[in-house]
């Protein structure tokens, strides 16, 4: 089983933002910018193009509004979206607050993120995805 299909099942942490019967979104350990999210179909499925068109479109309806949310929650210019699929054979897409195109250099992996300041995170992030100010 993929590190992404524990999580999905509950048998491994991670800071979960949304969740759905289709979908899951958590942060990401290693991000690129504060608040990167991947939002993965529960699914196991590994290339987002064998996803089917109803799960594809629910994830793709996820990764829109946790990118509604991170450009609130971090006063973003855009929201980034990214999918590459290489690290975890399970598809997932990337999704990040950006100020700018260096934001979308996904050749390296960061620094694993301090889980406290995970935890903080998901919190304001969880809030602005059920309206609250944040």
Same mark, same amino acid.
């Given at each position: 089983?993929?590190?992404?299909?524990?999580?999905?099942?509950?048998?491994?942490?991670?800071?979960?933002?949304?969740?759905?019967?289709?979908?899951?979104?958590?942060?990401?350990?290693?991000?690129?910018?504060?608040?990167?999210?991947?939002?993965?179909? $529960?699914?196991?499925?590994?290339?987002?193009? +064998?996803? &089917?068109? /109803?799960?594809? =479109?629910?994830?793709?309806? @996820? *990764?829109?509004?946790?990118?509604?949310?991170?450009?609130?929650?971090?006063?973003?210019?855009?929201?980034?979206?990214?999918?590459?699929?290489?690290?975890?054979?399970?598809?997932?897409?990337?999704?990040?607050?950006?100020?700018?195109?260096?934001?979308?250099?996904? $050749?390296?992996?960061?620094?694993?993120?301090? +889980?406290? &300041?995970? /935890?903080?995170? =998901?919190?304001?992030?969880? @809030? *602005?995805?059920?309206?609250?100010?944040?």
């Amino acid at each position: 089983m993929d590190a992404f299909a524990r999580i999905v099942r509950h048998e491994a942490p991670a800071h979960i933002v949304w969740e759905d019967d289709s979908v899951v979104a958590f942060l990401d350990s290693h991000p690129h910018t504060a608040g990167h999210t991947l939002v993965i179909p $529960t699914m196991a499925v590994d290339r987002w193009t +064998d996803l &089917d068109h /109803a799960t594809a =479109a629910r994830v793709f309806l @996820a *990764a829109q509004r946790v990118g509604a949310a991170l450009v609130q929650v971090y006063e973003a210019r855009r929201a980034g979206l990214v999918i590459a699929g290489y690290h975890i054979p399970h598809a997932h897409l990337h999704v990040f607050p950006t100020n700018g195109l260096e934001d979308f250099d996904f $050749t390296y992996l960061p620094p694993e993120a301090d +889980d406290v &300041d995970l /935890a903080r995170e =998901a919190v304001r992030i969880r @809030a *602005a995805l059920n309206g609250r100010v944040v």
